[in-house]
Each structure stands twice: as C-alpha cells, then as structure tokens.
C-alpha cells in the first residue's frame, strides 16, 4: 500500500489556456480540488510556497479552509521556506490548522529555494547570525519550530495577567498535540536527508536532487532514502519514519490527455546548475496506464518510499486534474500492488 496525494504549486496567470488567471482563482481552485481527490479517494493535498511569485505563498489560511471541508485526507506543504518563517508565529498557525483538520496536517519544511528576488527573506525582517549563511538560518528556524511544537512551558507567566494562567511557565497556544511528529524536511542532498533523521522528522524528497553520484535520478533517490533510514535507526527514534517522493505522472486514456501530454513520454532526467551546485532533474511519466505501470516498477525511489506526490498542472483546472488524479488511483495504482 502507498499513500496518494497531490502536490500543487498554486500559479496563476492570464496566459491563454489558462483556467487559473487569478490568486483568488487558485485558492479556490485548491480548496475544490482537495475535496475533489477526497472524493476519489486520494490521500493528500499538498500545496508549495513561493514568496514574490504569481503562485501560493501563505500556506495557512488555505490549509485551515482545506481542513474545515474535508474530512479524511491529509493536508501538507512541500514546502515551506524556513528562511522566511517566524518559528513562533508559525507554530500557532499550525496547530490551529491542525486542530481545525482534526490533526490530519502533514508540514513539509526546508531551507528553501532559488527565491524570485535577492535574499527576499530580508524584507521579512530576517538577517543570518555572524559567521552563518541564510540556509543556516532556515535549519535554525526548523529547530525551534521543532522546540516548540513539543508544547512545553518556556515564557514567564505575567505576575499580574489579563486572565488567569495554569501554573508554571507558559507554551504557545494553541497547541497540537501529535503535530511535531508530522514535520517533513525538504532534502536536496544526502547529508540533509540525514540531518533530518538526526532531528526525527519525516523525510520529503522532491523531483530534483543533487547530483551526488552521477547515476540515474531515482537510483541516487533511493540511497538517499536508504541513507535517511538507517541514519533514523542509529539515532533510536521509537516511531517508524514516513518517506516521500515527488513525480509527474499523467496517464494517457483520451485525446485530450494525449494532446497535454503525448510528447512528454520519453522524457528523461536532466542535470543543471541551482543555487551553484549541480543537481539532478526527475523525469516526466506519461503514457497509456498499462505502459505506465511497467514504467513505474522501475523506479526504485518510488517503490521505497511510502508516499507519492504527484505534481499536477494546476493552471489546467479542477475538472481536468481531479481526472489525471482518478486515472492514477484507479487505473495505476491497483496496478502496482499501492491500493
């Protein structure tokens, strides 16, 4: 069995074939397609955060409204940029969304990406420590979020407060309790993956990774998730890590499908320069299910991981991608022993 979500990354524009043109568009959009793959019966609605950028960037108030009008699947980010983020403020907004999803939030974190402006976390009133570089920054933010989200007293209580306070030092609130177990790191290389099973978070792995081996995209994936493993182990976690993966993957069963996406179907991994190292790009699947099914036995990250995202072409609609959702569930994933 394996886990089946969505992974969206919210743009918008006026472009021609466009059915998102605005950011109130795709808020809506993201609200009607998780209750869409509810109904299908995926298992996750995931949505990426960009700052500066014609996509979706505060994550929160979507979260929250996705977990007033679902009931069943979980609801995350893949991911949220530490660099940005007031640990502080942020545990609030996330244990009351998580409390609004019935504890159904899943939140995929990390140091963040090639941004759209220069050191944007700058004009959010964030500046690294003397001696650190900004994504030390991010890892530090993820470990006080972590602190935090442990729900242990740490502030003196006023002597003399507005309400009464329960003895001892005071937590945030409010509080959700579980939550800190469903915290994600972003990995973009081996050493990270590890870093995340240090810290006991779950581990999300994306459609690019540092080239650190020069092997095929899914074989270096599928030691990195090997290395997180048996780093988690070493470190003595009680509880069993949870390990995801990203792809596109788009079965071809109508014209219109093929007329989407019939080119992408030899697609292969590509390797480029981000953020000044070399990293490797995941390919594209597309096809009839039944060739896709014999594609998928192949990668071996996603047989080792227990979840898979499936990035979805938002721009596209409600309709059209709760069918690319459907065809998956349906026609590939019985397929390949995940339902």
């Given at each position: 069995?394996?886990?089946?979500?969505?992974l969206s990354f919210g743009h918008w524009s006026a472009t021609p074939g466009s059915v998102a043109r605005t950011a109130s568009d795709v808020l809506l959009q993201s609200i009607d397609l998780a209750v869409a793959a509810e109904e299908i019966g995926a298992d996750g609605a995931y949505f990426r955060v960009h700052h500066f950028?014609?996509?979706l960037a505060s994550p929160f108030p979507l979260l929250a409204a996705i977990g007033a009008k679902t009931s069943k699947?979980?609801?995350?980010?893949?991911?949220i940029d530490m660099r940005y983020e007031n640990p502080l403020y942020m545990a609030e907004d996330a244990g009351a969304a998580d409390l609004i999803a019935g504890g159904r939030l899943q939140l995929g974190i990390s140091r963040g990406s090639p941004e759209q402006v220069i050191d944007g976390w700058r004009y959010f009133g964030f500046e690294p420590a003397e001696g650190q570089t900004d994504a030390d920054?991010?890892?530090?933010?993820?470990?006080?979020l972590l602190e935090l989200l442990k729900g242990e007293g740490f502030a003196?209580?006023?002597p003399r407060p507005m309400f009464p306070n329960p003895p001892g030092l005071l937590r945030l609130e409010p509080h959700s309790p579980g939550l800190r177990d469903r915290i994600w790191w972003g990995?973009?290389?081996d050493?990270?993956?590890?870093?995340?099973?240090?810290?006991?978070v779950n581990l999300m792995s994306s459609t690019l990774k540092a080239d650190e081996s020069g092997e095929p995209f899914h074989v270096q994936q599928r030691k990195q998730i090997e290395k997180f493993r048996e780093r988690w182990?070493?470190?003595g976690w009680e509880r069993e890590p949870r390990v995801s993966v990203s792809r596109s993957i788009f079965p071809i069963v109508n014209e219109l499908d093929r007329s989407y996406f019939g080119r992408d179907g030899n697609s292969a991994d590509q390797v480029g320069e981000i953020d000044n190292f070399r990293a490797v790009f995941g390919r594209s699947y597309a096809a009839e299910p039944d060739q896709l099914v014999e594609q998928l036995r192949g990668d071996e990250a996603i047989a080792a991981a227990d979840t898979l995202l499936l990035t979805v072409p938002n721009q596209l609609g409600v309709d059209y991608n709760a069918h690319v959702l459907e065809s998956i569930v349906k026609l590939v994933a019985p397929a390949l022993g995940w339902r």
């Amino acid at each position: 069995m394996k886990r089946i979500g969505f992974l969206s990354f919210g743009h918008w524009s006026a472009t021609p074939g466009s059915v998102a043109r605005t950011a109130s568009d795709v808020l809506l959009q993201s609200i009607d397609l998780a209750v869409a793959a509810e109904e299908i019966g995926a298992d996750g609605a995931y949505f990426r955060v960009h700052h500066f950028a014609r996509q979706l960037a505060s994550p929160f108030p979507l979260l929250a409204a996705i977990g007033a009008k679902t009931s069943k699947i979980e609801i995350g980010t893949g991911v949220i940029d530490m660099r940005y983020e007031n640990p502080l403020y942020m545990a609030e907004d996330a244990g009351a969304a998580d409390l609004i999803a019935g504890g159904r939030l899943q939140l995929g974190i990390s140091r963040g990406s090639p941004e759209q402006v220069i050191d944007g976390w700058r004009y959010f009133g964030f500046e690294p420590a003397e001696g650190q570089t900004d994504a030390d920054m991010g890892r530090r933010h993820a470990e006080v979020l972590l602190e935090l989200l442990k729900g242990e007293g740490f502030a003196q209580p006023n002597p003399r407060p507005m309400f009464p306070n329960p003895p001892g030092l005071l937590r945030l609130e409010p509080h959700s309790p579980g939550l800190r177990d469903r915290i994600w790191w972003g990995a973009g290389s081996d050493a990270t993956a590890e870093w995340a099973a240090d810290l006991g978070v779950n581990l999300m792995s994306s459609t690019l990774k540092a080239d650190e081996s020069g092997e095929p995209f899914h074989v270096q994936q599928r030691k990195q998730i090997e290395k997180f493993r048996e780093r988690w182990a070493s470190a003595g976690w009680e509880r069993e890590p949870r390990v995801s993966v990203s792809r596109s993957i788009f079965p071809i069963v109508n014209e219109l499908d093929r007329s989407y996406f019939g080119r992408d179907g030899n697609s292969a991994d590509q390797v480029g320069e981000i953020d000044n190292f070399r990293a490797v790009f995941g390919r594209s699947y597309a096809a009839e299910p039944d060739q896709l099914v014999e594609q998928l036995r192949g990668d071996e990250a996603i047989a080792a991981a227990d979840t898979l995202l499936l990035t979805v072409p938002n721009q596209l609609g409600v309709d059209y991608n709760a069918h690319v959702l459907e065809s998956i569930v349906k026609l590939v994933a019985p397929a390949l022993g995940w339902r």
